[in-house]
T-cell receptor, first 112, second 110 residues
Framework: DTAVSQTPKYLVTQMGNDKSIKCEQN?????MYWYKQDSKKFLKIMFS???????INETVPNRFSPKSPDKAHLNLHINSLELGDSAVYFC???????????FGPGTRLTVT | SQKIEQNSEALNIQEGKTATLTCNYT??????LQWYRQDPGRGPVFLLL?????KEKRKERLKVTFDTTLKQSLFHITASQPADSATYLC?????????FGTGTRLTVIP
């Protein structure tokens, strides 16, 4: 059973489009996260979501918005895609904030 | 400014030797420090967590130390194997967020 899953695995789209990436965890965790890993492999936190409280990294453009329909899902919606948004996006979950995190397989987003 | 630096981008080591990876940080006061392994095309996988009041943690062939005075963590893999080849990431837990280092790509040569 996959603990943290993401769809799609690859996403190729043009500048200006709006796209979503879905994430689901079946671990019963209370906290979920989104990370961006750039071409230099640097992994940076974008959002964390715990008990309906959203913590946003202040450097994330407001074109990015997480949406959580329930505790097991945290989707990432991106408006008006830009070339610089090309990266691998990872979803993760943990039981509580600061606990070890379980990562999904990643979504490679390419904006052309 | 805040920084998390891992000693080198790449480290090559002979099979059977002990690999030692370093994580140094500035302008953080982490409560926890974690180590993850990442293989190409995959998400990071959790390995070990060490708290600020712990000096050392072990798990099988892995050992982590945490020195809050030096602001440094050392990650050791003893009796290294080619299967240990991967990128290893340290991560600091502060203010309910996890901040990752740049990673060290370890290659264990048979």
């Amino acid at each position: 059973d996959t603990a943290v899953s993401q769809t799609p695995k690859y996403l190729v789209t043009q500048m200006g489009n709006d796209k979503s990436i879905k994430c689901e965890q079946n671990l019963g965790h209370d906290t979920m996260y989104w990370y961006k890993q750039d071409s230099k492999k640097f992994l940076k936190i974008m959002f964390s979501y715990n008990n309906k409280e959203l913590i946003i990294n202040e450097t994330v453009p407001n074109r990015f918005s997480p949406k959580s329909p329930d505790k097991a899902h945290l989707n990432l919606h991106i408006n008006s895609l830009e070339l610089g948004d090309s990266a691998v996006y990872f979803c993760a979950s943990s039981q509580r904030l600061r606990d070890e995190q379980y990562f999904g397989p990643g979504t490679r987003l390419t904006v052309t | 400014s805040q920084k998390i630096e891992q000693n080198s981008e790449a480290l090559n080591i002979q099979e059977g030797k002990t690999a030692t990876l370093t994580c140094n940080y500035t302008n953080y006061s982490p409560a926890y420090l974690q180590w993850y392994r990442q293989d190409p095309g995959r998400g990071p996988v959790f390995l070990l967590l060490i708290r600020e009041n712990e000096k050392e943690k072990r798990k099988e062939r892995l050992k982590v130390t945490f020195d809050t005075t030096l602001k440094q963590s050392l990650f050791h893999i003893t009796a290294s194997q080619p299967a240990d080849s991967a990128t290893y990431l340290c991560a600091l837990s502060e203010a309910n967020n996890l901040f990752f280092g740049t990673g060290t790509r370890l290659t264990v040569i048979p």
